[in-house]
């Protein structure tokens, strides 16, 4: 493609915000590409001649599509008599569509993997009447899945130049653009044409599309070159949604093996030929920096949340315009406002927007085009790789335009770009074999480390077969022995357990928490669901969200050693950053000490300075050896300082970020993790996704450039570092999110509480809380008396009665208005 001079372009295709003479997109001397613009924004689609570019999207659905396609298809199969069915009680998209039961059901099995189900617009015969359909199609979205693959980036990668110059022709659309959808079409063999709609509209037709320039764009294609895709289209049919009858007859029927139409334009699937079985199309949906804001207004927020932002990640090679030229430089940093920083021979370069930068092009003496076995090397090749004075193991994720590579490193799966090719190395035959029966057999084919949960089938526990175990024990003996999981929480701020809780760290305590989580989960979203009115501090308060509900529901259950905090809100993740919302911690420690009170008798109350109380039991050697990762640390008394799990309400916003506690003065962080913080999820298939801000040791101290740095967690258990900055991620929609939780203080730890050098979490003689810590494996503290709980006698097991509460007073009209006055005199509001 050609870079012409920008004189003689049409006004509304000129670059209002480029830096001097930076070149346009391709436009005059370029007919093809002029008339297949044209196409698309005038019209509403264009072929893609030669298939769908090279794009780490596109292969990334591609994967799960080989992964899951046929798994989904057997379901619908199984269910085939209920394929005309809608499901009433769901609010799920399409689900009162017919298919919508079907899709409901197939989702359930697929829950944990990102990937979802759900009815399409129905098919429906040409000469049918109102509503009367004749078969269901299916839209396999796999938008959480990429979220979760590409949350810690921060970003999706963008589309390829040729891409962009087609379907972004302004450079303005360039600037925060965002991926809003991802998946796949299922449609039956012999299915009538698909109802005619369009992606994106809105009735009401504010912020109506301007005439020749498309914002939401839709890539269709198939994985075979031979197949095509016969899309109907109704060309210029931008009438947001509205389909009339004379629409029907003006549709025509496109064919290629890749095509793009504008998401705005009337469109429906075709019909299918009997005896061909299944056929799907697989597609990418992305919206133009420039249509975000009228997007919002089109698509409801549940569905927004799905939508990520694409951009380029800390550590790109990219080519950045300065100037007046192309450069080829390294991303330093991505600001949430979408400008980047690029470190250049002079110094870092600040305020550069996505349209200044791209990926790397050809340099005099490089090669662009595909390279063979002989003259480079092939994404997903493994190789070993020079860096930092070391050769260390690697798999080939990109090789740029200029002839550089980015490679994903088998240590920690982290990566690095522009490698030129003499800083790779061919492994040997026998080499190669052995690494790819090693952890990178879960990689993608793509090259790419894989986070995204389809990859692994991992749970809060781990279990498997035995070959699965065999492959898990390789992988803990050379990526998280103790001390290297030690040295990445404290380096960094955490670690992933990638097939979560190791089964040699089987531990009473670990289960503990969850029989207390499976007895009290539910009680607590009951009781504070029917204090949702009052999650809202009062106006004027100083107290957080939540925290008055959390004081209620801890009387409640106070008996039962069950307390209700509210640590850091939910806030909104734009300027000003407003709380909105609660998040809570529910702690079962005062039941763990009751659990763990010796032998002093059921139901006795143990004696002031903790005579008659034992420690709970000393965790597995190789848990210990971890926490215990420093030697000053090793034997001496290990401590819970909390035991639990965090809980926020579906659609929550990320919560605030913060440290859970620093050490100061003599006690400032040295050369140890002294609190370290196991999370786990305790269903199969869900992970953790708890947001790090990578070496955030700030003493709590949080600055804007924190944010853009932000790292999310994504498997079944994570360490963190409690130093370390941090926040809990945003919360899907439609169910509330808990993760379980041990906090742990070392004896390093515990030195700096009894100083009173700690920030964040303080040890304050004076405070209503109770601040004691639950002894590991040691003798007892002085510690003071200790309350007979319901259900667990003093050194007895757990057990399982149904809790029952009595009738909360605040659930009768009355009850409200009383709580309503005892809040604002809670909180200290006057009058």
Known sequence: LCNPPTSGLPAELRNAGARGAMPMAPEAGCQALVGRRRQLHDDGWTNLEGGMPEWELSTFVERLYRRYNGRILRLLDKWRGFWMEGDTEDSAPGADRPGGLVAKWVSEKLEGTGVFLYAAHPSQSDDAKGYDYSGSRWYVTCSEAAMKR????G????????????????????????LTEIGWTIVP???????????ICSPGGDNARRPGRGRYHHFAWKTKPEDRCTTNIVPGGFSEGCATWDDYSKWSQVSGNAIIFDSEMLHRGARTKPGIGWSSTLTLQVCAGTGWVALNDRVGKNLMWYTQQIGWEDGAAVDAFIGGSWQPLMVQSRLQSGLYTVVASGGPVSGLKDNELRYRQPTTGSFAAAPTSEEGFLVGTIVDAFYDGKRLEAKVARRNGDGTYRVVWKADRSFSDALPVTSLRSLSKKEESASTASPWSSASSSGEEDDNPVSRKRSGRSSSSAEEKSAKRKRCAQLETPAALMAQVFDRGWAELRDGLPEAWRWEVFEFIESCFDRFSELVIQELESLRDFWDPCPGSLERHGAFAAAKVTERLKPHGVAVYSPGPSQLQEAPWVSNGPRWYISVTQRALQRWAGDAGAGSVVAPGGEGLLPAPAPPAGLLELLHGHAAD????????????????????PQAVHADIWGFGAHTRTDRTRWPHILWKRRPGQLCTTEVVPEGFTEGSVQEEHFRKIRRASAPAIIVDSEALHRGAKVPAGAWGSTLSLELCTASGWDAWEAYETGGTTKDPSSPLDWRMLLIGGAAPELGSLTPLVGVPAGGAETFEEVLLPLASWKSPKGKALLAAEQRKWENIEG
Do not use: F
Not at 150 to 153: I, L, M, P
Not at 155 to 178: G, N, T
Not at 189 to 199: G, K, L, R, T, Y
Not at 636 to 646: H, I, K, N, P, Y
């Open 634 to 653: 090793s034997g001496q008394m290990l401590r819970a300082r909390g035991l639990g799990w965090t809980l926020a309400p579906a659609g929550s916003d």
């Open 189 to 199: 063999e012999n299915s009538d044409p698909q109802v005619m709609h369009a992606d």
């Open 155 to 178: 970003v999706a990668p963008p589309p390829p130049l040729e891409l962009q110059d087609l379907i972004w022709p302004d450079m303005e659309d360039r600037q925060k653009p965002w």
């Open 150 to 153: 590409y949350g810690g980036r």
